[in-house]
């Protein structure tokens, strides 16, 4: 592994004006950190990389990184690009070990993070550097959002998120708190009357999107985000149809052939992939078949109806009449993307969103409410994991900006709370034993 990795890191030509970094969302100083690893300083390296990119082990293993640093690399246009994402994944894979430092002093300020996604967890990572008392609130049991109940084990292993939570959260002293759903029985409102300055709302989008034909409550039909975040609890069957070809239908279906599954099939309204050349490919090669220019019209118990499509003059694609045929399966996936839950908004005041529920926000993350932040799926819809966390970070400067406008809270608790003798109730029960 080491060796194959200094032999693509010598493959770097170091540009002066690198493509790889202007292709990266985040701007990762590549030739740098090649440079760096080259002259054997590991540790080096691997600072710079999280000190850009909190999220740089994960960012390794999931980016699009044909489209992104590896397809904007000079090498690539005539021969094979570098392949950065060997190189990144090997240097912080490595270094995160090291990382052992204990949280920044406390400045006396608190702020909530609301979701343990990409973007939550870089907004709490950043804004702890400064010192600011950090708690991420979560409807699920574990950090990641997307990441781990989202992207397959395969692509993505839990193990790289249970460290980032040990390296980045406990040692850092960022506080957790499990199964929480913000809109239910705590609201921001009740975050704001708690001492919590800012809040940052990096909520997923985890309403799955409706094809509203008659089958879609059948008790053999899920939808992608729901089967990839439990797929063994599914029985759907060995022959399986994935309607939609993005990157989470590539997911749903390789994941549905590790679980048993002897024919899967992605269905496409179009005859052009939406997934990425990298993991349609993946698909491929673990035999998903593919069907093309096909609208999918009703879902019966025997199989799914597909109908030709063609576009219409005002650009929507249609199911042409007279070409239903039924294909056979035991089992439906449906992933045709998801949209953002309405919950958290219905009990904020003052909060504006979109259209489509998405949180109105500025370039720097500033919603309508003043103190409320966002970024992510609940603020620009679904994007990759390193755009999430370009954006994260414009955001959490300024968050530090507005929070270090407002007058120091009274205590680091409650800022109006009354002054109040302690009583170390411990002590006292063992005083009467």
């Not at 239910?184 to 300055?197: E, K, N, P, V």
């Not at 939609?244 to 992939?273: E, F, W």
Request: proline letters at 5%.
């Amino acid at each position: 592994m080491a060796l194959h990795v200094m032999e693509e890191a010598s493959r770097c030509l170091g540009c002066k004006k690198p493509r790889c970094r202007e292709g990266c969302p985040i701007h990762t100083n590549i030739p740098e950190v090649i440079r760096l690893l080259k002259e054997n300083r590991l540790n080096e390296a691997g600072w710079m990389l999280f000190e850009n990119n909190p999220l740089t082990t994960v960012c390794a293993l999931v980016c699009n990184h044909e489209n992104q640093c590896e397809g904007h690399c000079v090498r690539g246009i005539k021969d094979v690009p570098v392949h950065f994402s060997v190189i990144e994944s090997y240097i912080s894979s490595i270094y995160a070990n090291q990382m052992v430092q204990g949280p920044a002093p406390s400045n006396g300020r608190k702020a909530a993070v609301i979701g343990a996604g990409p973007a939550g967890i870089t907004i709490a990572i950043i804004l702890a550097r400064y010192g600011y008392q950090m708690t991420i609130f979560d409807s699920r049991d574990k950090i990641g959002g997307v990441l781990r109940y989202g992207i397959p084990d395969f692509r993505l292993p839990d193990s790289v998120l249970d460290d980032l939570a040990y390296r980045h959260l406990e040692l850092k002293g960022i506080r957790f708190r499990p199964n929480t759903y913000i809109g239910s029985a705590i609201t921001i409102d009740d975050l704001f009357r708690d001492g919590f300055q800012s809040v940052f709302v990096g909520a997923g989008l985890w309403k799955p999107r409706k094809l509203n034909i008659r089958g879609e409550s059948l008790g053999h039909v899920t939808y992608a985000i729901n089967y990839l975040a439990s797929p063994a609890a599914f029985r759907l069957g060995e022959r399986i149809m994935v309607i939609g070809t993005g990157n989470s239908a590539m997911d749903c279906a390789r994941t549905a052939i590790r679980h048993g599954a002897k024919y899967v099939s992605c269905v496409n309204l179009t005859d052009t992939i939406t997934a990425s050349q990298y993991e349609s490919s993946y698909a491929r090669l673990e035999g998903v078949d593919f069907i093309y220019n096909k609208c999918t019209v009703e879902i019966r118990e025997d199989g799914v109806i597909l109908a030709d499509s063609r576009v219409e003059e005002d650009g929507r694609i249609a199911p042409i009449p007279g070409t239903e045929k039924l294909y056979p399966c035991t089992g439906v996936i449906i992933a045709v993307s998801q949209g953002a839950e309405s919950n958290l908004v219905k009990t904020t005041k003052d909060i504006d969103t979109g259209k489509t529920g998405l949180l109105t926000v500025d370039e720097d993350g500033h919603t309508s409410r003043p103190g409320v932040f966002a970024a992510g799926d609940a603020a620009s819809g679904a994007r990759t994991v390193v755009e999430a966390v370009a954006n994260s970070k414009r955001v959490a400067e300024a968050m530090h900006q507005y929070m270090q406008s407002l007058p120091m809270p009274k205590t680091t608790d409650y800022p109006d709370a009354p002054t109040v003798e302690t009583v170390d109730a411990a002590a006292q029960a063992e005083q009467v034993l």
